[in-house]
C-alpha cells in the first residue's frame, strides 16, 4: 500500500470551519485548526510541518479572523489567502457553493455537486 503525501495544507480557525471544508473539497488536503488564536510555538510547529506545501489561509471576516490573517501574512508569507464574503462572515456559516468556488480559484478539487 502507497502513502499519500498531502501536498496542501489549509488553515482554518474552528473545528466547525474544518468539518464544513473537509465535507466540500475532493482531495487530501490537511485542514489545521488553529481555535481562533495562536501562541509562538504553535505558529512555529505549523510552519515547520508546512514546509515544501502549498499553504491556505481561510478564516473569518472578522477581527479575530483579520487579526490571525495579519500574523500569518507576516511569518507565513508564502501562503495564499483565501477570502470568503464579508456578508457571509464566517467560514462556517457560509453557504457550501460559496466555499467551493472559493476554493476551486485556488485550484482545489472540490464536490461537483457544491458548483451549482
Known amino acids: 500500500?502507497?502513502?499519500?503525501?498531502?501536498?496542501?495544507?489549509i488553515i482554518v480557525e474552528g473545528k466547525s470551519d474544518k468539518k464544513r471544508i473537509e465535507s466540500i473539497?475532493?482531495?487530501?488536503?490537511?485542514?489545521?485548526?488553529?481555535?481562533?488564536?495562536i501562541s509562538l510555538s504553535k505558529l512555529?510547529?505549523?510552519?515547520?510541518?508546512?514546509y515544501d506545501?502549498?499553504?491556505?489561509i481561510l478564516v473569518d471576516s472578522?477581527?479575530?479572523?483579520?487579526?490571525l490573517r495579519k500574523q500569518f501574512k507576516k511569518e507565513l508569507p508564502e501562503a495564499e489567502h483565501l477570502y470568503i464574503d464579508?456578508?457571509?462572515?464566517?467560514?462556517?456559516?457560509?453557504?457550501?457553493n460559496h466555499i467551493?468556488?472559493?476554493?476551486?480559484?485556488?485550484?482545489?478539487d472540490v464536490n461537483a455537486e457544491f458548483l451549482i
Open 25 to 37: 473539497i475532493n482531495e487530501p488536503i490537511e485542514i489545521i485548526c488553529t481555535n481562533g488564536t
Open 100 to 108: 467551493a468556488t472559493v476554493l476551486l480559484s485556488a485550484n482545489i
Open 86 to 96: 464579508k456578508m457571509y462572515r464566517e467560514v462556517a456559516a457560509a453557504p457550501r
Open 53 to 56: 506545501k502549498d499553504v491556505y
Open 1 to 9: 500500500m502507497r502513502l499519500i503525501e498531502i501536498e496542501k495544507v
Open 44 to 50: 512555529d510547529e505549523i510552519i515547520d510541518s508546512t
Open 62 to 67: 472578522d477581527d479575530s479572523g483579520n487579526k
